[in-house]
């Protein structure tokens, strides 16, 4: 599962977030993709088909492309994503799971209101397809506005939901290191899965990433590189106007 100090640390952030999962629930893994990987590995299998949001991380999209899965396509709105297009995939094609991003998904920057995503769970329920909700840019969201999102996982209990974080848009890229949050009885065939490939997570980057969260100013770090990217995204966009070109502003995160 990873090093339990970290997985302690982190079961307290997510417990803040209003994600109750304890240390047994929480797996360390190499970044966000090894966590995708993980799942993908464990649960899906070639010719299936699973939901993904357009436009999404083109990772995921190759992810599961690789592992022969079938990819139906939901738009994703302002809100979150279209769940009447969802619906009518879901009860044409039956899709095992749908990879998605209830806090600034990537690249549009939106998040999922709290109507659409009790709804979304309903859904699921309803057409029996699990959920990946993909946290990886949670951290850059600001303070402020920390009280108007609403995680997935926070909802469901995980109940249908497998929750992943990433400290690699953080921290650094080349760190990777991240990890995934699920019920007991999803994380069997995953530590399984785990046993016979990775064998282990990196006790290096566990270590460090325990540091920077417990020792090292992680919550003043992200302070700073969100004020960062906002001046930054500012600039971009001003610039990107000026050349008569239409964009807008999510207000939060690494992308227009």
Same mark, same amino acid.
């Given at each position: ?83 009447? $297009?969802?619906? *009518?995939?879901?009860?044409?094609? /039956? ?5 998605? +991003? @209830?806090? %600034? ?79 007991? $009885?999803?994380? *069997?065939?995953?530590?399984?899965? /785990? ?5 282990? +997570? @990196?006790? %290096? ?52």
């Amino acid at each position: 599962r990873g090093w339990l100090p970290l997985r302690e640390a982190l079961s307290a952030r997510l417990h803040r977030a209003g994600i109750h999962a304890t240390a047994d629930q929480i797996v360390t893994t190499a970044g966000a993709t090894d966590a995708l990987d993980l799942v993908v590995w464990s649960f899906l299998y070639p010719a299936q088909y699973v939901l993904v949001e357009e436009p999404g991380p083109f990772i995921h999209t190759q992810r599961l492309l690789a592992s022969g899965l079938w990819i139906l396509r939901v738009r994703r709105l302002d809100d979150g994503p279209d769940l009447e $297009q969802l619906a *009518e995939l879901a009860e044409k094609y /039956r899709p095992k799971a749908f990879f998605c +991003s @209830s806090v %600034l998904q990537n690249p549009t920057c939106t998040s999922m209101s709290p109507r659409k995503a009790h709804q979304l769970l309903k859904l699921a329920e309803q057409h029996d397809f699990w959920i990946v909700d993909d946290d990886s840019y949670g951290d850059l969201l600001p303070r402020a506005q920390q009280g108007a999102v609403t995680r997935l996982a926070a909802l469901d209990h995980f109940e249908r939901v497998i929750h992943i974080g990433s400290f690699s848009r953080t921290l650094s890229p080349g760190l990777r290191a991240g990890f995934l949050a699920a019920s007991g $009885q999803r994380l *069997e065939p995953m530590l399984l899965r /785990r046993s016979v490939g990775s064998i282990h +997570s @990196s006790l %290096l980057s566990d270590q460090v990433v325990h540091h920077a969260l417990v020792e090292g100013g992680y919550e003043v770090h992200c302070e700073k590189l969100r004020k960062k990217l906002a001046t930054s995204g500012k600039a971009l966009l001003a610039k990107i106007r000026a050349r008569g070109w239409q964009a807008g502003d999510a207000g939060a995160g690494m992308y227009l």
